[in-house]
């Protein structure tokens, strides 16, 4: 129930993406030969926790320096390095609570972070002082802030927190010399702030009618005037993106014209709408560069992320040739002149380029895989496909282990994104390489409902959880027993936030198909989970409750898809791990279902992290579960 790298999405709110059919000519696969290889090495999980995971970057004001975060010191912290490569300087030291850097400030080098405790997700907004002195921005107890925009002139920044009602979220805007705030906007729509204009006179707001079908407003703070840009009839999901730098149109994506979402402009003077790009797969969002020149666009091809770049008059930008991987967050300095990005592949983590347009020069500042690891030893995914009980055609993310034979089969494991609406993408997973390294064969299915793949395949899980996603799963376990090198006797199912609900409806509601299932912090108890949605949720409550069941009018639906009230039915062994400070699947979830599945005298294994939410913020939490999770897995399907 988060989203963001290439595999989990472990978020409620990620419960929420859209979907579609591939092109069935995709069907017919064949296996590739394999040439006869070297012995692959094994490596530990410390040695895979060793490696640096990155996020983010902001140049500075002389544009010598990026901010970026990093978990290099086992936990997420602000860094700094120079742009012409360098050792990174840490800039925050926390040993307890994940910090994210968000950016320099404009015209000066301090920086703004947000922190959390404990995983609790209740983030705060902090500033970094020249000195190192840090101070938050957003005080209080039980809040959550988050970092809006900036002011064209660096002179303040907006702020939307929910301090005063924990179901709204309110705009602020803080003074950047004394940090002094007004409010901007007192929401009580409900609807999520999601754009402000640079002119600082119109906010851009998204409203989740249902997990399929969404609605984009803008709001005039001069006249105090709300406009409905996307009225429809037919569901569909719009999404606003960004002003562009003139403040005079709103770029949104609506996937109203057809199975994929496009980016389309609205004129604020005249609300006029017009095509501004398309793509046969989903445009994921645009946004422009700082000084306007720019504009980044992705989109999500097939399970992979393709970075456009524009300029002003609509024209590509030649971005430079890299090794294999994917381009993934583009950012600009003021003067246009560098672009920062990171570069991701199946075999290598996230690391950080800076690319100077003006010498044609890039230059890689990280390097995140740990060096005791060869990628020669790790694998490269397939995107493959299949065809589900009923002909659906359901895509896939594929990693088989090297070494794997008719004469020397493999056990494999059916690996669940979360979601509901989540994907399972191309790129680097330390999770699934290590498991694949000590010789599983792991299959990331993207069963209905998975976002992605067009707004048909999106919605067709609608009111179905625990019954057709669930078959895709089994069918998946079929295809993998189809391949002649995989044992299917030996196959598991996993799965963290909405997957580990899969895990356990496979287990309860088709206890014949897999062999032992891995829970990660995921639901039992649909009624529970849906009561104790958290109050900063209030917008996409509703949403889920139409995708999933309303916990009044449909509790005896949800009884009846909940693996909690048929855990009788459970016989495979279990393992579930849970964050004790997780908000959104609460401890209650696990601690039930472990209880009512032992009482079956079926063996379960049940790791609680007391420091931890929703998903692992520590390397070394991190490291203890996963080296659990071969643990099992070992015992288990390993002869």
């Given amino acids: 129930?988060?989203?963001?790298?290439?595999?989990?999405?472990?978020?409620?709110?990620?419960?929420?993406?859209?979907?579609?059919?591939?092109?069935?000519?995709?069907?017919?696969?064949?296996?590739?030969?394999?040439?006869?290889?070297?012995?692959?090495?094994?490596?530990?999980?410390?040695?895979?926790?060793?490696?640096t995971a990155l996020t983010g970057a902001s140049f500075s004001k002389d544009e010598k320096q990026i901010l970026f975060s990093s978990?290099?010191?086992?936990?997420?912290?602000?860094?700094?390095?120079?742009?012409?490569?360098?050792?990174?300087?840490?800039?925050?030291?926390?040993?307890?609570?994940?910090?994210?850097?968000?950016?320099?400030?404009y015209n000066d080098d301090r920086i703004l972070f947000t922190r959390d405790g404990g995983g609790n997700e209740q983030n705060h907004l902090y500033v970094r002082e020249p000195d190192g002195k840090e101070r938050d921005l957003t005080p209080g107890d039980k809040l959550k802030a988050s970092f809006a925009a900036w002011k064209p002139d660096g002179s303040g920044f907006y702020v939307v927190t929910n301090e005063r009602d924990p179901k709204f979220f309110d705009v602020y805007l803080y003074?950047?010399?004394?940090?002094?705030?007004?409010?901007?906007?007192?929401?009580?729509?409900?609807?999520?702030?999601?754009?402000?204009?640079?002119?600082?006179?119109?906010?851009?707001?998204?409203?989740?009618?249902?997990?399929?079908?969404?609605?984009?407003?803008?709001?005039?703070?001069?006249?105090?005037?709300?406009?409905?840009?996307?009225?429809?009839?037919?569901?569909?999901?719009?999404?606003?993106?960004?002003?562009?730098?003139?403040?005079?149109?709103?770029?949104?994506?609506?996937?109203?014209?057809?199975?994929f979402a496009r980016i389309k402009g609205y004129d604020l003077a005249s609300?006029?709408?017009?095509?501004?790009?398309?793509?046969?797969?989903?445009?994921?969002?645009?946004?422009?560069?700082?000084?306007?020149?720019?504009?980044?666009?992705?989109?999500n091809r097939d399970g992979s992320i393709d970075v456009r770049v524009v300029d002003a008059a609509g024209n590509p930008v030649a971005l430079p040739k890299l090794p294999g991987g994917e381009m993934r967050q583009v950012t600009f300095s003021e003067s246009g002149r560098l672009m920062a990005f990171y570069l991701n592949g199946d075999r290598s983590p996230s690391?950080?380029?800076?690319?100077?347009?003006?010498?044609?020069?890039?230059?890689?500042?990280?390097?995140?895989?740990?060096?005791?690891?060869?990628?020669?030893?790790?694998?490269?995914?397939?995107?493959?496909?299949?065809?589900?009980?009923?002909?659906?055609?359901?895509?896939?993310?594929?990693?088989?282990?090297?070494?794997?034979?008719?004469?020397?089969?493999?056990?494999a494991v059916v690996f669940v994104h979360g979601g509901p609406g989540g994907q399972t993408m191309r790129g680097y997973s330390a999770q699934i390489q290590y498991l694949v390294n000590h010789g599983y064969a792991v299959l990331g299915i993207n069963n209905r409902g998975s976002s992605g793949y067009g707004k048909s395949f999106f919605r067709a899980d609608d009111r179905k959880h625990g019954m057709e996603p669930l078959w895709d799963c089994v069918e998946a376990k079929t295809w993998l027993a189809s391949r002649g090198y995989i044992d299917p006797e030996r196959i598991g199912i996993m799965g963290g936030s909405y997957g580990g609900y899969m895990v356990l409806a496979a287990l309860a509601f088709r206890p014949e198909a897999f062999k032992v299932g891995i829970d990660i912090f995921g639901v039992s108890n649909w009624v529970r989970t849906l009561e104790s949605i958290p109050p900063y949720w209030e917008a996409q409550r509703l949403a889920l409750y139409d995708e999933i069941g309303d916990p009044v009018k449909d509790k005896d639906f949800l009884v009846a898809t909940s693996p909690l009230f048929h855990a009788h039915q459970i016989r495979k062994p279990l393992m579930v791990i849970q964050g004790a400070n997780d908000p959104r699947v609460i401890k209650a979830e696990s601690d039930e279902i472990v209880e009512a599945v032992r009482k079956n005298r079926v063996e379960v294994e049940y790791l609680v992290f007391d420091d931890e939410g929703h998903g692992f913020s520590k390397k070394k939490n991190a490291a203890q579960a996963n080296a659990g999770i071969l643990a099992f897995l070992d015992k288990h399907l390993k002869r």
């Fill in 271 to 299: 609300g006029a709408i017009a095509d501004v790009e398309k793509a046969d797969w989903d445009l994921l969002g645009t946004s422009y560069s700082r000084n306007g020149r720019h504009r980044v666009s992705m989109v």
């Fill in 351 to 411: 690391n950080l380029y800076v690319h100077d347009f003006s010498s044609g020069k890039t230059v890689q500042l990280t390097r995140s895989l740990n060096p005791e690891i060869d990628p020669d030893d790790l694998v490269e995914a397939e995107v493959v496909r299949f065809r589900s009980f009923d002909g659906m055609v359901i895509p896939s993310i594929y990693y088989r282990p090297k070494g794997a034979s008719p004469d020397a089969k493999v056990p």
């Fill in 71 to 105: 978990n290099e010191p086992g936990i997420f912290n602000a860094y700094t390095v120079p742009v012409t490569g360098g050792k990174p300087r840490a800039l925050t030291a926390s040993t307890t609570d994940t910090t994210y850097a968000v950016g320099y400030f």
């Fill in 175 to 259: 003074d950047a010399a004394t940090y002094a705030r007004t409010m901007v906007y007192r929401n009580d729509s409900g609807m999520n702030v999601s754009s402000i204009s640079r002119d600082g006179n119109w906010l851009a707001f998204d409203k989740p009618n249902t997990t399929s079908d969404s609605d984009v407003y803008v709001y005039d703070l001069r006249t105090r005037q709300m406009k409905h840009v996307t009225p429809h009839k037919e569901p569909a999901s719009h999404s606003a993106a960004t002003f562009d730098p003139d403040s005079k149109r709103l770029l949104f994506t609506t996937n109203a014209d057809g199975e």
């Fill in 1 to 51: 129930m988060r989203q963001n790298r290439r595999t989990v999405s472990l978020s409620l709110v990620a419960m929420l993406a859209g979907a579609g059919l591939a092109p069935l000519q995709a069907i017919a696969q064949t296996t590739p030969a394999r040439k006869t290889a070297k012995p692959v090495k094994r490596y530990t999980i410390e040695q895979f926790m060793a490696t």
